[in-house]
């Protein structure tokens, strides 16, 4: 449901900016919320996901988290503001507009890690609370602009990024009641401490943010933009499932870092692979009975491009969906290497089989390949998974089972 509500209002934000901007101001609202969605991933990466697999420790360090997450959110606003300075160059309205998100973005840092700290603590209804606060605020400052006739970008990005910050400051009143505010206060004691994963989980984000850039620009190369503007509106109306699996994901990680029992342990991985093959399943039935106006109304122009790709679409999303176990038990036991040496060669496969598609048949090629491709990226997944899992058993039982060449206990009393 928070995801829902996140991924929805990302949307509405969307869709909002581009009724009401015009071409060119949405174009550069593009621009801020690429900065935002920047930023947000890489402090998603150092503050938040480590947060999934500590979770016995943040119970108790929670002020820590906090702590850090206030220091990183400035590091993130001076250099936004460093960004809008440069900005004013060439574009006055999206420098003002980079300088109100920079005002805003320790608070909006804080809101994502709140949201994992819901994760993390098992109380994902103060995530859920989070982002409805955001949702409902934003609705209600959008609503006073139109009424007052202020629709410029300046004041669009203040409404939007200005509401999340007040749902980020609601942060410090959910957890104040069990760790003080002092224990809040700036310091990046729990970021060096979860460093080694926090630069691996950075890696990850910053080979994902290369290789989309990496699919867009060989794709134009090979297929043009109108090839592309298909495989992104193909890719577009996926979407739903994965936003399920991110939740998935991330439950799944929080429940596996909490248990120490193996029947437990691979029933949370078959509920969370089974639970994201589901979802796919059920998006890509209703895209493969998709209606063409419903197509048309959705994606205008972009469906007659993205219409053919759908199957290939769809395939390549239940295949991708099924290393949902695998990826949330490797997290889950701190095989956090593992994960982004796994999703960087997946990056390089996906990337290179879409672009030979890509040469070979055009766009249709090009999400074949894509889809071809997660057959193997699938299969390395699951062979890594498994012999992680055997590695991992052998080290529990050398470390907590029978000693049977132990000495026996004399001593009266003793079992």
Not at 192 to 213: D, N
Not at 328 to 356: M, N, P, Q
Not at 366 to 385: Q, S
Request: glycine share 12%; proline share 4%.
């Amino acid at each position: 449901l928070d995801q829902v509500v996140a991924g929805g209002s990302n949307l509405l934000v969307a869709v909002l900016a581009a009724r009401t901007l015009g071409p060119s101001g949405f174009g550069l609202f593009s621009i801020a919320f690429t900065v935002y969605v920047t930023a947000q991933g890489a402090s998603r990466a150092m503050v938040g996901e480590p947060l999934l697999i500590h979770p016995k420790e943040i119970e108790e360090r929670t002020g820590e988290a906090i702590a850090s997450g206030v220091v990183l959110g400035v590091a993130f606003a001076l250099v936004v503001a460093a960004g809008a300075a440069l900005t004013s160059i060439w574009s006055s309205g999206l420098a003002w507009s980079l300088l109100v998100l920079a005002v805003a973005m320790p608070a909006l840092v804080l809101q994502d890690q709140g949201r994992y700290l819901g994760f993390a603590l098992q109380r994902p209804v103060l995530s859920l609370v989070l982002d409805s606060v955001w949702l409902v605020l934003m609705i209600a400052a959008l609503a006073v602009l139109f009424v007052l006739d202020h629709r410029g970008l300046v004041w669009f990005v203040a409404a939007w990024a200005g509401s999340g910050a007040v749902s980020g400051l609601l942060v410090f009143g959910q957890h104040v009641a069990t760790h003080s505010l002092r224990s809040m206060r700036p310091r990046l004691a729990w970021l060096r401490e979860t460093w080694s994963y926090a630069w691996r989980y950075l890696a990850a984000f910053s080979v994902a943010q290369i290789g989309a850039l990496g699919t867009s620009i060989g794709l134009v190369s090979v297929i043009g933009t109108r090839g592309l503007g298909g495989v992104q509106g193909a890719i577009l109306l996926t979407r739903p499932t994965l936003t399920v699996q991110a939740a998935s994901v991330a439950a799944g990680v929080a429940e596996v870092a909490r248990t120490e029992d193996a029947d437990q342990f691979r029933r949370h991985v078959r509920r969370t692979t089974s639970f994201t093959v589901v979802a796919a399943l059920l998006n890509g039935i209703v895209l493969l009975l998709l209606p063409g106006p419903v197509g048309r109304f959705v994606l205008g122009d972009t469906w007659a491009v993205a219409k053919p790709l759908l199957l290939p679409a769809v395939i390549q999303l239940v295949l991708l969906t099924c290393n949902s176990g695998a990826k949330a038990g490797l997290l889950g036991r701190k095989g956090v290497g593992t994960v982004v040496w796994i999703e960087a060669i997946g990056t390089t496969t996906a990337v290179s089989a879409a672009i030979v598609g890509g040469v070979m048949n055009g766009a249709l090629g090009a999400m074949w390949g894509r889809a071809l491709a997660w057959i193997a990226i699938l299969a390395l997944w699951w062979v890594v998974f498994r012999m992680h899992g055997r590695r991992s058993a052998v080290t529990i039982a050398g470390a907590e089972g029978p000693r049977h060449d132990a000495a026996p206990i004399d001593e009266p009393g003793v079992p």
